[in-house]
């Protein structure tokens, strides 16, 4: 039992390109979140899905997308890399309920130069 | 607008005394609230959570309070623990649980 597991650990972009963060859960959870963490900033919710085929924005999408084609999969895609979007990415899967709380992934550490 | 804030960044207590971390929030349709700790280089580690409809749950050394009419929340741990040093989030959901917002944190350190 992998929990989340997130690829790659590290990763440096040039400005302007592109890339896909992976994150695959082996838990058969419904919803699956990626956030950011910044410094002073707490965890930011970019985008969230509750189910396959099912994905909406969070607080902070621009710059981002995802899809949800299976239960386990949920890539985020960097369309243009830009300096702001140096960051700490962590994705994360729940079952359907408040109470039992999100698994965190060990994130993605990116750099934008 | 920041709706769940955590206003002290750090706190210190010494080995085996109580730590206490704040968090407080303004929108009132939050259904859940949860406890989050994080060590360096590590995901966050989900604590202990309550509903809306309590005022207190417990988890062994972790107690969790709510206050609904002052839109408060508290994390008490007895008694501190050296490794329990890291930094702790709070955050909130509605009804589904499908969207988490978190605090800013705070970085609990206990002294030996």
């Known amino acids: 039992n992998a929990g989340v597991t997130q690829t790659p650990k590290f990763q440096v972009l040039k400005t302007g390109q592109s890339m896909t963060l992976q994150c695959a859960q082996d838990m058969n959870h419904e919803y699956m979140s990626w956030y950011r963490q910044d410094p002073g900033m707490g965890l930011r919710l970019i985008h969230y899905?509750?189910?396959?085929?099912?994905?909406d924005q969070g607080e902070v999408p621009n710059g981002y997308n995802v899809s949800r084609s299976t239960t386990e999969d949920f890539p985020l895609r960097l369309l243009s890399a830009a300096p702001s979007q140096t960051s700490v990415y962590f994705c994360a899967s729940s079952y359907s309920s408040g109470l039992y709380g999100y698994t965190f992934g060990s994130g993605t550490r990116l750099t934008v130069v | 607008d920041q709706q769940v804030k955590q206003n002290s960044p750090s706190l210190s207590v010494q080995e085996g005394r109580i730590s206490i971390l704040n968090c407080d929030y303004t929108n009132s349709m939050f259904d859940y609230f949860l406890w989050y700790k994080k060590y360096p280089a590590e995901g966050p580690t989900f604590l202990i959570s309550?509903?809306?409809?309590?005022d207190k749950n417990e988890d062994g050394r972790f107690t969790v309070f709510l206050n609904k009419s002052a839109k408060h929340l508290s994390l008490h741990i007895v008694p501190s623990q050296p490794g329990d040093s890291a930094v702790y989030f709070c955050?909130?959901?509605?009804?589904?649980?499908?969207?988490?917002?978190f605090g800013e944190g705070t970085q609990l350190t206990v002294n030996p």
């Open positions: 955050a909130a959901s509605g009804r589904s649980g499908s969207r988490l917002t």
């Open positions: 309550i509903s809306s409809i309590k």
């Open positions: 899905s509750v189910g396959a085929g099912i994905t």
